[in-house]
């Protein structure tokens, strides 16, 4: 997905109009048509408005390559988790479910990957003792609900690379556009683990179902609630809402 695509998304799932981000974010509206439609890339400042007034984190809109250490919200650390684990600097650890193949949240750990390790000592002061190890002992255990979130996405990840992995290219069309599907979802659902815990679903006034969108239609709210990706979302994040 495209920033301008995020950002879209991230807008709808709202059920808010181009004209409510721009009034919200100060930023005139046709700069969002503009953002949307990717004619135009806003700058870092824009993109934290637009995060913020959505209430995802930065790098849900930017991506996860870009480059981020502003942690004001829970959404924002998942991203920073996200960009550590997939440049190698941590990886994941824990139990699998034997069925599911998802991580069991009370094991899921954060191991810090030995690129980085190799540099660290560890000590751990109790009030009467200090205990000391290398960097590779270490384990960090995150709260609940990110450990919930970061589960999530590693699934979606390794669906899609195993999808990759199943077929060579040059793809028949029929699996091109199923990639390009799984590849949007696997976007939203990495969109959806930073959403911030301070998130208040569907505040009123973003429920406009008469103000047109830059193409002419209108937000559904019955349409967008019964889509099957709001559905699929519905279920695997109904525990953060």
Same mark, same amino acid.
């Given at each position: 997905?495209?920033? /301008?695509?995020?950002?879209?998304?991230?807008?709808?799932?709202?059920?808010?109009?181009?004209?409510?981000?721009?009034? %919200?974010?100060?930023?005139?509206?046709? #700069?969002? %048509?503009?953002?949307?439609?990717?004619?135009?890339?806003?700058?870092?400042?824009? !993109?934290?408005?637009?995060?913020?007034?959505?209430?995802?984190? @930065?790098?849900?809109?930017? /991506?996860?390559d870009c480059a981020n250490l502003d942690i004001k =919200? &829970? /959404?924002?650390?998942?991203?920073?988790?996200? &960009?550590?684990?997939?440049?190698?600097?941590?990886?994941?650890?824990?139990?699998?479910?034997?069925? *599911?193949?998802?991580?069991?949240?009370?094991?899921?750990?954060?191991?810090?990957?030995? $690129?980085?390790?190799? @540099?660290?000592? !560890?000590?751990? $002061? *109790?009030? #009467?003792?200090?205990?000391?190890?290398?960097?590779?002992?270490? =384990?960090?255990?995150?709260?609940?609900?990110?450990?919930?979130?970061?589960?999530?996405?590693?699934?979606?990840t390794n669906i899609y690379n195993n999808a990759i992995?199943?077929?060579?290219?040059? @793809?028949p069309d029929d699996v091109k556009e199923g990639l %390009?599907?799984?590849?949007?979802?696997?976007?939203?659902? =990495? !969109?959806?683990?930073?959403?911030?815990?301070?998130?208040?679903?569907?505040?009123?006034?973003?429920?406009?179902? *008469?103000?047109?969108?830059?193409?002419?239609?209108?937000?559904?709210?019955?349409?967008?609630?019964?889509?099957?990706?709001?559905?699929?979302?519905? /279920?695997?994040?109904?525990?953060? @809402?």
């Amino acid at each position: 997905m495209t920033i /301008g695509d995020r950002i879209r998304y991230c807008r709808t799932r709202l059920l808010m109009t181009q004209s409510q981000l721009a009034e %919200r974010t100060g930023i005139h509206p046709v #700069s969002i %048509r503009k953002y949307e439609t990717n004619k135009t890339i806003p700058q870092p400042e824009q !993109i934290r408005r637009i995060a913020d007034v959505l209430c995802v984190s @930065y790098t849900a809109i930017a /991506g996860l390559d870009c480059a981020n250490l502003d942690i004001k =919200e &829970q /959404g924002d650390f998942v991203g920073f988790i996200m &960009q550590l684990q997939k440049k190698g600097l941590v990886s994941f650890t824990g139990t699998r479910d034997s069925q *599911n193949k998802l991580y069991l949240e009370d094991t899921f750990r954060i191991r810090i990957s030995p $690129k980085i390790a190799q @540099y660290l000592t !560890i000590f751990v $002061k *109790n009030r #009467s003792t200090t205990v000391n190890a290398n960097g590779d002992q270490l =384990e960090i255990q995150l709260p609940e609900r990110v450990t919930h979130n970061l589960i999530v996405w590693e699934a979606a990840t390794n669906i899609y690379n195993n999808a990759i992995n199943s077929y060579t290219e040059p @793809y028949p069309d029929d699996v091109k556009e199923g990639l %390009r599907i799984l590849a949007d979802t696997v976007d939203k659902v =990495e !969109i959806e683990a930073q959403v911030n815990s301070a998130f208040v679903w569907l505040p009123n006034d973003f429920r406009s179902s *008469n103000e047109p969108d830059s193409k002419g239609t209108t937000a559904n709210k019955k349409t967008s609630e019964d889509s099957p990706i709001a559905q699929l979302l519905k /279920g695997i994040f109904s525990t953060n @809402y």
